[in-house]
């Protein structure tokens, strides 16, 4: 069961370099989530996608943009990376309906340094 | 808007005790859904458990049990007999009903079990 992946594990950047996160679900869900985890923090979301072709912001956008390619994927852009992006992102689906309806399922997490 | 609450930001025992972690939550929605997720060392969110509000029914699934109380809007988790590989973050999130509405999560609690 391959569930969400995302890629890279594990990136450095420098400042002012662009990077593109990826994320893919098996599960045929409709929603789909971009977090960041930083120390004392727990998670914040950045970006969410209700459905395919539907994106809008979380708590923390500033800095991002994501794009819902198609029902199984979404990816977390970069554009210009500074240090407070620093970070572990994890990606996230999730289904209304069904017997695991409502539960977010996480990928097992990006971790990104800026320097 | 909604909040959890974890107070208790890190737990020492030594195996075999029993923990219980503490997850308060605030929200003025009548539908809303309980989760409790487990972070290991190797960084992935591990989904537990998920309860929603007009269940209150405890749940046991081996060494652990949930203790889910409206009246003073607690979640809290207990482990019996814990163990070495229960080491981990654990986290209370909070995910209001409808399409795509966003897990809000607590701090989190590490918990250290040593022999």
């Known amino acids: 069961n391959a569930g969400v992946t995302q890629t890279p594990k594990f990136q450095v950047l420098k400042t002012g370099q662009s990077m593109t996160l990826q994320c893919a679900q098996d599960?045929?869900?409709?929603?789909m989530y971009w977090y960041r985890q930083d120390p004392g923090m727990g998670l914040r979301l950045i970006y969410y996608s209700a459905s395919e072709g539907t994106t809008d912001k979380g708590e923390v956008p500033n800095g991002y943009n994501v794009s819902r390619l198609n029902k199984r994927e979404f990816s977390l852009r970069l554009e210009s990376a500074a240090p407070s992006q620093t970070s572990v992102y994890f990606c996230a689906s999730s289904e209304v309906f069904g017997s695991s309806g409502n539960t977010i399922y996480f990928g097992e997490g990006s971790w990104l340094t800026v320097v | 808007a909604q909040k959890v609450t974890q107070a208790q930001t890190e737990i020492s025992v030594v195996e075999k005790e029993d923990v219980t972690l503490d997850c308060v939550y605030e929200t003025r929605d009548t539908t809303y859904y309980l989760f409790w997720y487990k972070q290991p060392p190797s960084g992935e969110l591990v989904f537990l458990i998920r309860r929603n509000s007009f269940d209150e029914q405890n749940e046991i699934s081996g060494r652990y049990s949930w203790n889910f109380q409206k009246s003073t809007s607690s979640f809290n988790f207990t482990i019996t007999a814990s163990q070495v590989v229960d080491s981990a973050v654990y986290f209370c999130a909070l995910r209001l009903g409808g399409t795509a509405s966003k897990l809000t999560f607590g701090t989190g609690t590490r918990l250290q079990v040593t022999l």
């Open positions: 599960m045929n869900h409709n929603s």
